[in-house]
Nanobody, 126 residues
């Protein structure tokens, strides 16, 4: 059984940073593309970043390029999302998701992903 668990969210002031973690069990990251998505109140879920299996190709939404960095640690089967220069509009529940079909690529379309975590809340406020 595949489990995806996010952590690392919290309340942070504008301009601050957070590192979100996504621990996957039941499926090795060598065969799983991972995406980070977020959903703000009253808005649709949007993809922010993803990383492919095996060769770690990355994609970012335009709105987060230069501020968000996705990475992974295969030894821990964990994917990270480093978020810098946080803005109030980054406030959302952040979700991690896995896709076992994409090979050496990833896309920011939530319908593609099969395995989802419960999310972690990120609130940016002074």
């Amino acid at each position: 059984q595949v489990q995806v668990v996010e952590s690392g969210g919290g309340l942070v002031q504008p301009g601050g940073s957070l590192r979100l973690s996504c621990v996957v069990s039941g499926f090795t990251l060598d065969y799983l593309a991972i995406g980070w998505f977020r959903q703000a109140p009253g808005k649709e879920r949007e993809g922010v970043s993803c990383i492919s299996n095996q060769d770690e190709r990355t994609n970012y939404a335009e709105s987060v390029k230069g501020r968000f960095t996705i990475s992974r640690d295969k030894t821990k089967n964990t994917v990270y999302l480093q978020i810098n220069s946080l803005k109030p509009e980054d406030t959302a529940v952040y979700y991690c998701a896995g896709d076992p079909r994409l090979f050496r690529r990833c896309i920011l379309r939530d319908a593609e992903y099969d395995y989802w975590g419960q999310g972690t809340q990120v609130t940016v406020s002074s």
